[in-house]
């Protein structure tokens, strides 16, 4: 009798466990685990977004672990993007990037990340305070003098251009001083070892704080430009459901940076957002807010402005061959991201 009680506790048992792991199975606990996806990105406040969405756990939602890899100039962004090093690189539109897209690798600009604006801060001519002080104040005033870009073909080297152009001039009355990285910028404006340069934020307003330099016209007062953008390697645009969801949760981020920091519908959720940039920039909270960028709302490129970009590259003979924008924008992830 006590041997076959024994048995029917044994297999109740057994049924009881069976039951418990087949209920285990379906609960949230076992949720697939997050794709981890890569990231290339500067630490720069037109990055918010990509701030945002990793600090407020957006990427997370979307079942998504991101890897952050930080940079110090552009370039290096688009060649590990297009090499696949990287999954998603985020940082200015280059001649090379062009250039890569050109000779057939497979590259794709698919959302904004800071186009330059009238009335906001992004991108910034600047030039010492003692020349800014003696009267060279103004765009014709540079002519003769050494300004300071990361590299030529780059979005610097592009902004300096178009700026000269639509004051008369060209890159020929200026003498380049491509210097890599802005910090090696930063240091030769305050040694005095370039007379001008073109900057950023958070970085035009650390110089202007510091002292040793002045803004003589936001970049977005002369032109508007499509400065960054977000691109995607050519392994992780195969993957078609991963890369919706990480623009779901960009896009999430653009709608939320544009509400708070550009509308200020909220002055709290505006706060927390200085706050994110300043943690992920190094740069004073006090900096943040004085510099805060243009970006679309939906994250939509100003895809217009591409056209412009090639054509004054290969007009410039920094661009080979017969590129077209379509080749290198691609809008369908953005566009399935704002539908779900």
């Not at 290198?328 to 704002?338: D, G, Q, R, S, W």
Request: include cysteine.
């Amino acid at each position: 009798m006590i041997k076959k009680f024994l048995i029917i506790l044994t297999t109740l048992t057994l049924v009881i466990s069976l039951a418990g792991c087949g209920t285990k199975a379906n609960t949230p606990s076992t949720a697939k685990e997050k794709t981890k996806v890569s990231l290339a990105l500067l630490r720069l406040t037109s990055s918010a977004p990509l701030f945002i969405s990793m600090e407020k756990g957006y990427f997370a939602e979307e079942n998504i672990d991101i890897s952050p890899e930080w940079f110090d100039a552009a370039q290096p962004i688009a060649v590990a993007t297009a090499s696949g090093k990287v999954d998603v690189g985020a940082t200015g539109i280059t001649a090379s990037l062009y250039n890569m897209a050109a000779a057939g690798q497979k590259i794709a600009i698919v959302a904004d990340k800071g186009r330059e604006e009238k009335g906001f801060s992004s991108s910034a001519l600047l030039v010492t305070k003692p020349l800014y002080d003696s009267g060279v104040n103004s765009v014709p005033a540079i002519k003769g003098k050494r300004i300071g870009i990361t590299q030529k073909g780059s979005t610097f080297h592009y902004m300096l251009g178009r700026i000269l152009e639509v004051n008369g001039l060209s890159l020929n009355d200026v003498e380049l001083v491509p210097l890599g990285k802005l910090s090696a910028i930063m240091a030769a404006l305050q040694s005095g070892q370039i007379d001008g340069c073109i900057l950023n934020e958070p970085n035009i307003t650390k110089v202007e704080t510091a002292g040793y330099g002045k803004t003589v016209v936001q970049i977005g007062e002369l032109i508007p430009y499509q400065t960054s953008g977000l691109f995607f390697s050519s392994s992780f645009t195969q993957k078609q459901d991963l890369a919706v969801r990480f623009m779901r949760a960009y896009v999430k981020a653009c709608n939320y940076y544009y509400d708070n920091a550009i509308r200020n519908t909220s002055p709290e959720k505006k706060a927390e957002i200085i706050k994110i940039i300043s943690k992920y920039t190094n740069a004073p909270e006090n900096d943040v807010k004085l510099g805060l960028p243009y970006i679309d709302r939906n994250g939509e490129l100003l895809t217009s402005d591409i056209k412009t970009q090639i054509d004054w590259y290969r007009d410039h003979d920094m661009l080979k061959g017969n590129l077209q924008k379509e080749q290198i924008v691609n809008n369908t992830f953005l566009e399935k991201a704002l539908k779900k």
